[in-house]
């Protein structure tokens, strides 16, 4: 399978622990994004890489959060003390520039559903 | 600030029952709209790109159009397998650098045999 891979896919944390997520993008995919989803709502954007480059960073990213991409391939992202509304789905995507083209579709992973007790 | 709006938020068809869901969208210079279908517990899977008003796509009993304030998903006789949450998202313009996709809450749709 050539998509998007994310690890976990669940995560079950008590409130002040840290937790790690993992993502691999589709191989030729230079840019790589994250997003967070809760329940009834459509995803939310957190951060953005082209190549190990942190290009655009959410308002939602608070300092608890931090991600890299340290090779340009799979991207980590790390949640410190974690907090009970901090639990959502965290979802991965990647995509290619196309030359010529206005714009490009980011396919996603299948996500890390994140519980905090 | 870009928004995207959807509705029904819900909506309940019977198998065959043609309808539409809408995406209406405020956007500083449109460079792309996607139309995603989410499972659940899934991530959304990719469905169309639309990029200039008048623009149409179609995949089997799905067809995505596009004008300069709203886009339309048409789903002709439907069959339970079409049930999921439909999300419409848009990319803004290229010269903010931005790359984010501003995503709706969704319609979800269940289409009963």
């Known amino acids: 399978d050539t998509g998007v891979s994310q690890d976990p896919r669940h995560k079950i944390t008590k409130r002040g622990q840290n937790v790690t997520f993992r993502c691999d993008p589709i191989s030729e995919h230079n840019r790589l994004y994250w997003y967070r989803q809760t329940l009834g709502q459509g995803p939310e954007f957190l951060t953005y890489?082209?190549?190990?480059?942190?290009?655009?960073k959410s308002r939602l990213l608070s300092d608890r959060f931090s991600a890299e991409r340290p090779k340009g391939s799979f991207s980590t992202l790390e949640i410190q003390r974690t907090e009970q509304g901090d639990s959502a789905m965290y979802l991965c995507?990647?995509?290619?520039?196309?030359?010529?083209?206005?714009?490009?579709?980011?396919?996603f992973g299948p996500g890390t559903r994140l519980t905090v007790l | 600030e870009d928004q995207v709006t959807q509705s029904p938020e819900a909506l309940r068809l019977q198998e065959g029952e043609s309808s539409s869901l809408n995406c209406s969208y405020t956007v500083s210079g449109l460079r792309g709209l996607f139309w995603y279908r989410q499972d659940p517990g899934k991530g959304p899977e990719f469905l169309f790109t639309?990029?200039?008003a008048g623009e149409e796509k179609e995949k089997e009993r799905l067809k995505a159009t596009l004008t300069k304030k709203e886009s339309f998903l048409h789903i002709t006789a439907p069959k339970p397998e079409d049930s999921a949450t439909y999300l419409c998202?848009?990319?803004?313009?290229?010269?903010?650098?931005?790359?984010?996709?501003?995503f709706g809450s969704g319609t979800r749709l269940q289409v009963q045999p």
């Open positions: 995507a990647s995509s290619s520039p196309r030359a010529g083209q206005a714009y490009n579709e980011q396919f």
């Open positions: 890489f082209q190549n190990e480059a942190q290009l655009e």
């Open positions: 639309l990029y200039s």
């Open positions: 998202a848009v990319q803004g313009r290229m010269d903010t650098g931005r790359r984010a996709l501003t």
